[in-house]
């Protein structure tokens, strides 16, 4: 028998298990006192997972509040909707307007590779579906720990066979992203996933239930015990040494009827009939009512006996805590109904009227005919703990930023710095990433105009213009240990990079912050520290930050992983026939490097790989020279003079100029720059700096670009037919042993083709 409203008024010290939920003593006491009486059995299983670190943002809240300092206009439109609703919406022209966001699966990845990632990417394309839009393609940052470690080689395969089946069997493109592996992630893994879609501005949908006797219909999957408690309480829990401490059901995804639950959800919106929704992700049923409530004019009475279950002996407080995937809630008035039925019969999805909004402020639930909720919905969704959790600067950070790499080895001769290029090129930190993304359709739908291995992805929008997004992820976790503030605005600003060696203008930001536990002060410092440096970096770039995730608790015992505050920049171009591509095109091409280069070393793929070091101050960082690099490279694009652009990263020149090579089997020779030691100028990684080909009759054009915009250049050389990578005055290396040396790591260590 459910406990229900009418006995927890009557038994108020009956004891609850709150601390099994995840909830403190404090909080416990905050929620009977917001009932005045204990909650019921119910009840309590809402606020837990509501008010866990994953739903309710309680250690994050007091500085993200600080994404609200920036201007709400993007470079070519403003925003249509922002931070708190499912996803930022911003106008791109024409009509048109895109939404995207990123969000991370990380612990249910860990113990589920493969369910994991799936789902965190069914669940990242209905928040995306639930404003309106149709989504249009996915993207995927993932860190793993050491290639050669042993839950690696669980863990990696897992997480990549889980995304490419899901947003293979969805139909969805995956244009882009990162792999990354370090020490750090081994035991957590990183699963961020993003998903872009299209609307048109008209058909915006927001997440509210307005309208009293409007009726609430959950519609898709039916309802099952796998995900319960999933990523709202595994991503609001430190993992021991020994695995997570706890290790509830991860969720199980169906991607053949998320497909039908797009298709028939876009119908919905297109008869006009909804109004209200939001699809069924972290928290389920207690996410999706409260929310909607809590957004809308009025209150909501649901009857849990309605829902549709796979399993019929779940308890109300399952039901309400499930994360079963591919569930989405519409708002939909009373005339409507029939209509919304008949479409969702129309595409074999389920869907079942559970109950109405209600001219009081309250959340009610019923189950067998009495009451096992009855709350006010704004202090479950909305009006959680806020925590300003203590945050110090680590006593080490002095120390780290103190060992720098002046007194490390470096190589000399010629044959030591092919030695060293090659044994960067087959480390894990920069080796060829295509056994993942082989793994992915990049260009199914047919729009896709640009996709891995170029720098960004991009996605035609208008067939009959040629309108176009692209999307880039970027962070580098070395640079923020060593300086969360300066780390934070280089993922930034390799991301606005990265979007805008394609041709596109970077118009605005979503984020997926990273980082070990709250209750650590250096890890709160961390966070703090990362939050401004994007601040202000967003400030000066004129790009808004729309939405994101904040994911915590990602250490296993007491090491935290490097904090990875993962940043997506979203671009725009007006026609994507005028992209530029990121490989070397045709022999006889014309070779620049833009932006200077210095000796910047610390926190490099040099210093990591061949030292085993990390320490110093990562590469300064010029955002108005940011500027100006990017208005030169759209320039560029717009009037065709660059024949291909690709971004100086990690590995620095070297890594460029093989990738650049490598894209058409073409070969290069080049002269390294003067004033400058040979092996600075191949691996430093200054930032700000971008490889450049262009055919010898848009030279002077593209020098008189350079003069326009003040961005300083260095002629290197010429690409060639000659498959050899020949550095004047220091070595030659065929292109056959270079791709070997690349191409070969990733399946080697997982012992696979």
Not at 100 to 106: L, Q, T
Not at 176 to 189: A, I, K, R, W
Not at 320 to 348: H, T, Y
């Amino acid at each position: 028998m459910a406990d229900t409203v009418e006995n927890a008024s009557k038994t108020p010290d009956q004891a609850l298990p709150w601390a099994d939920l995840g909830l403190k003593a404090d909080e416990y006491e905050r929620i009977v006192a917001i009932l005045e009486r204990r909650p019921t059995a119910a009840e309590l299983a809402m606020y837990s997972v509501m008010w866990s670190e994953h739903c309710s943002y309680k250690s994050s809240k007091v500085h993200l509040r600080r994404f609200g300092e920036l201007t709400q206009e993007t470079p070519v439109g403003k925003m249509l909707a922002g931070i708190g609703e499912n996803a930022g919406v911003i106008d791109v022209g024409q009509g048109y307007a895109v939404t995207f966001k990123i969000e991370s699966h990380n612990h249910p990845s860990y113990v589920e590779p493969f369910q994991g990632a799936a789902t965190g990417v069914g669940g990242i394309v209905r928040d995306i579906l639930a404003m309106g839009a149709r989504p249009v393609g996915v993207m995927d940052s993932l860190r793993f720990g050491p290639l050669d470690a042993p839950d690696t080689a669980r863990v990696l395969p897992g997480v990549v066979a889980g995304v490419g089946q899901y947003g293979n069997c969805l139909g969805l493109p995956n244009i882009g992203g990162e792999v990354g592996f370090d020490t750090t992630y081994l035991g957590n893994p990183l699963v961020n996933a993003l998903c872009v879609g299209v609307l048109r501005h008209e058909d915006l949908h927001l997440a509210k239930a307005t309208g009293t006797g409007n009726k609430v219909i959950l519609y898709g999957a039916a309802t099952g015990g796998d995900g319960i408690g999933g990523v709202s309480v595994l991503a609001s829990e430190t993992f021991d040494s020994d695995g997570p401490a706890k290790r509830p059901s991860v969720q199980v995804g169906d991607p053949f009827m998320e497909k039908l639950l797009i298709e028939c959800t876009l119908e919905v919106f297109a008869a006009e009939i909804v109004s209200g929704i939001q699809d069924l992700g972290g928290a389920g049923l207690s996410c999706a009512t409260s929310e909607l409530a809590s957004a809308g004019d009025g209150g909501m009475h649901v009857d849990l006996d309605l829902v549709p279950l796979r399993d019929s002996t779940l308890s109300p407080e399952e039901i309400l805590m499930s994360e079963s995937q591919e569930r989405m809630m519409a708002v939909v008035e009373p005339g409507n109904v029939d209509k919304f039925l008949e479409i969702c019969q129309k595409w074999d999805v389920q869907a079942t009227v559970i109950g109405e909004v209600t001219d009081s402020d309250r959340l009610v639930i019923n189950w067998h005919g009495e009451t096992i909720v009855d709350v006010p919905p704004r202090t479950v969704a909305h009006e959680g703990p806020v925590y300003e959790r203590p945050l110090a600067r680590p006593a080490w950070q002095d120390e780290v930023q103190a060992r720098t790499v002046d007194d490390l080895v470096r190589p000399q001769t010629g044959a030591e710095l092919a030695d060293t290029l090659l044994r960067l090129l087959g480390s894990d930190q920069l080796c060829d990433r295509s056994w993942v993304t082989d793994q992915y359709d990049r260009y199914v739908r047919g729009n896709s105009v640009l996709a891995q291995p170029d720098d960004a992805g991009m996605i035609r929008i208008d067939e009959q213009t040629g309108l176009g997004v692209a999307l880039a992820t970027d962070c580098n976790g070395r640079f923020c240990y060593l300086d969360p503030y300066r780390g934070a605005q280089l993922a930034l600003a390799e991301a606005y990079r990265n979007v805008a060696v394609s041709g596109a203008k970077p118009v605005a930001v979503s984020d997926c912050l990273n980082f070990g536990s709250p209750e650590e002060p250096a890890v709160m410092w961390q966070f703090s520290e990362a939050i401004r440096g994007l601040v202000d970096a967003c400030a000066v770039l004129g790009t808004p930050v729309t939405g994101g995730n904040v994911s915590f608790y990602n250490q296993t015992g007491e090491t935290a992983i490097l904090p990875t505050p993962v940043i997506g920049v979203l671009g725009v171009i007006d026609d994507v026939a005028r992209r530029t591509p990121s490989g070397f095109q045709q022999a006889g091409d014309m070779i620049f490097l833009l932006g200077r280069t210095a000796d910047e070393l610390a926190g490099s793929a040099w210093a990591g790989v061949v030292h085993d070091h990390l320490g110093g101050l990562p590469p300064a960082l010029d955002l108005e020279h940011e500027q100006r690099l990017a208005e030169l490279l759209i320039s560029g694009a717009r009037k065709g003079i660059l024949a291909s652009a690709h971004d100086l990263s990690d590995g620095g020149l070297g890594q460029a100029m093989v990738e650049a090579m490598l894209r058409r089997d073409l070969g290069a020779q080049i002269v390294l720059p003067a004033g400058l030691a040979p092996f600075v100028s191949l691996f430093s990684e200054t930032t700000g700096r971008v490889l450049i080909s262009v055919r010898p009759e848009t030279r002077a054009e593209f020098l008189g670009l350079c003069a326009t915009h003040g961005i300083s250049r260095t002629e290197l050389g010429v690409v060639t037919e000659q498959r050899d990578f020949a550095v004047s005055g220091q070595f030659t290396l065929p292109l056959d042993r270079i791709r070997e040396t690349w191409a070969g790591s990733i399946p080697a260590a997982l012992g696979v083709s």
